[in-house]
C-alpha cells in the first residue's frame, strides 16, 4: 500500500509519499507560500529530480489538488491514479489529552483537534485544514492522525502538573504535554531494535536537538518526562525560542521595554536562543563556525546549549535511577560531531563514555559509545514520516 503523510503549516504542506510493501520513499515535497505571492510547489522523485511549479494558491486545498495532480502527472511517472494512495497519515501538533495514540480520524477526532487548537493555535488550525483537504479532494480514503504530543501523555501527574494554582490544570488544560513525541518514539524503538534489547527494559534518554530541541526520558518503553511542557517553548535553549528562564524575567522586560504580551511572546519564540544569545544565528553549523574564529557570543551560545542538555541528561539520569541509552537525533544530534562531544564531556562518571573516533559519524545510525562505556551512547536519525505512516498502515489494516 502506499501511503501519503502530510504535514501542514498556516502557509506550507509538506509530504511524502512512502510504498509500504518495503518503507520506500517514492516522492517528497514542499509547498511554500500558501495563500501569499510567489507560492510554489518543489516535487522530488525517488531518482532525485526536482520539478518546481509556481502558480497561486489561495489556500491548502488548492496547495494539495496541485500536489496530487503533480503525482499523478505522466512525465513524473510516480502514480498511474489516486487510487494508488491508500491512506492518509497526517502530523497533528496537539492532541490535548484525549489522545495517547495516533488514531483513524472521524468527527468526534475532528472536534477533539478543534478543541486542541486553543493550546496550539499556530499548529493545529493548519492541520485541520489539511484534513478538510484530503477530505474534500480524496473524499474515501481514511486519515490518520499521529499526535507530536501523544507519546507523552504516559507521564504521570508528578511530571505534568506545574507548581501553579491547581485550578489552572482543571480550568485551562495548564500542563506539560510534551512534544517531538512521534520522533522520541521512534529513536527510542529503533534503538531497542539496534541494540537487540526488548523495549520495556531499556531506560533511554533520547535527546531530540534540531531548531525546535527537547529531551524524553524513557523507562518501560513509555515516556516518562520531558523538557518540552505546555508549549514548545520550555526546556532547552533552542535555534531562536527561550527554552527556560525564570518566569519574573516575563512581565520585567515587558515593563522595561513597553512590549505587549504578544511582543514578549514573539522576543520568547523568534529572537531568542541561540540567535538572541549570539546575536548572530539560529543555525548551529554558523555559530560553530563564528565560535571557531574567534567569536565570544557564539561561543557562549553553544556552551549554554550544551550545558543545558548536559544538566537534562544529568536529571532523567537521577529520576530513572540509572540510563543504559542515550540517544542523539534530530538535525544537530544527528551531525554535530562536536556538539555530540560537548554534551557527553563529563558523563563519564555514571559510566557514559564516548569513543572519539565512532563518534566522527553523521545521519547514519551507529553506536558511538567507546567498548568499554557502561551506557550505550547512540546516533539514531529520526524519521517522523515513515513513523506517521506505519502507524497509519497499522490503523488503516486493523
Ligand atoms: P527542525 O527542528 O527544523 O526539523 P533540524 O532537525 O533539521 O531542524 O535541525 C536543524 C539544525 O541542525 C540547524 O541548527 C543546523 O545547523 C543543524 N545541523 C544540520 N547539519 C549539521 C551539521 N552537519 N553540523 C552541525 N549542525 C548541523
Known amino acids: 500500500m502506499k501511503i501519503l503523510v502530510i504535514n501542514c503549516g498556516s502557509s506550507s504542506l509538506k509530504f511524502q509519499l512512502l510504498d509500504m510493501n518495503d518503507e520506500s520513499l517514492v516522492a517528497s515535497g514542499l509547498v511554500e507560500r500558501i495563500g501569499l505571492d510567489g507560492s510554489r510547489l518543489v516535487l522530488k522523485t525517488s531518482d532525485g529530480q526536482k520539478h518546481t511549479t509556481e502558480v497561486p494558491l489561495p489556500d491548502h486545498t488548492a496547495a494539495l489538488k496541485l500536489t496530487l495532480d503533480s503525482l499523478v502527472k505522466p512525465e513524473h511517472r510516480i502514480l498511474g491514479s489516486l487510487d494508488e494512495i491508500g491512506a492518509v497519515g497526517h502530523r497533528i501538533v496537539h492532541g490535548g489529552e484525549s489522545y495517547s495514540s495516533s488514531v483513524v480520524i472521524d468527527e468526534e477526532v475532528m472536534a477533539a483537534i478543534e478543541e486542541a487548537a486553543d493550546l496550539a493555535p499556530l499548529h493545529n488550525p493548519p492541520n485541520i485544514l489539511g484534513v478538510r483537504a484530503i477530505q474534500s479532494v480524496l473524499p474515501n480514503v481514511k486519515n490518520v492522525a499521529v499526535f507530536d504530543t501523544a507519546f507523552h501523555q504516559t507521564m504521570e501527574p508528578a511530571a505534568y502538573i506545574y507548581a501553579l494554582p491547581y485550578e489552572y490544570y482543571e480550568k485551562y ?99 531568542s536562543g541561540v540567535l538572541g544569545v549570539s546575536g548572530y544565528s539560529s543555525d548551529f ?51 554535530s560531531i562536536e556538539d555530540r562531544a560537548e554534551i557527553c564531556k563529563g558523563l563519564e562518571f555514571f559510566g557514559a563514555k564516548l569513543d572519539p573516533e565512532k563518534n566522527a559519524t553523521r545521519g547514519k545510525l551507529a553506536e558511538i559509545s567507546a567498548d568499554d562505556s557502561k551506557v550505550k551512547i547512540l546516533v539514531v536519525p529520526t524519521n517522523e514520516e515513515l513513523a506517521i505512516a506505519r502507524d497509519t498502515l497499522r490503523l488503516v489494516n486493523a
Not at 535555534?239 to 519574573?248: C, E, K, L, Y
Not at 567569536?295 to 543504559?324: P, Q
Open 285 to 335: 553549523r554558523d555559530l560553530s563556525e563564528k565560535a571557531n574564529e574567534g567569536d565570544k557570543r557564539s561561543a557562549l551560545a553553544l556552551s549554554l546549549f550544551h550545558r543545558s542538555v548536559k544538566k537534562v541528561i544529568g536529571s532523567f539520569t537521577a529520576l530513572m535511577g540509572g540510563v543504559d541509552c542515550i540517544i542523539f537525533t534530530g538535525g544537530i544530534g544527528e551531525n
Open 173 to 271: 488544560r495548564v500542563r506539560r504535554y510534551g512534544f517531538h513525541g512521534t520522533s522520541h518514539k521512534f529513536v527510542f524503538e529503533t534503538a531497542a531494535d539496534f541494540l537487540g534489547v526488548p523495549k520495556e527494559s531499556l531506560r533511554a534518554i533520547t535527546c531530540h536537538l534540531g531548531n525546535g530541541s527537547s529531551v524524553t526520558a524513557i523507562e518501560n518503553g513509555k515516556s516518562v518526562d520531558t523538557t518540552m511542557g505546555f508549549t514548545p517553548l520550555e526546556g532547552l535553549p533552542m535555534g531562536t525560542r527561550s527554552g527556560n528562564f525564570d518566569p519574573a524575567i516575563y512581565s520585567y522586560i515587558m515593563q522595561k521595554e513597553n512590549l505587549t504580551s504578544e511582543e514578549m511572546d514573539k522576543v520568547l519564540n523568534k529572537e
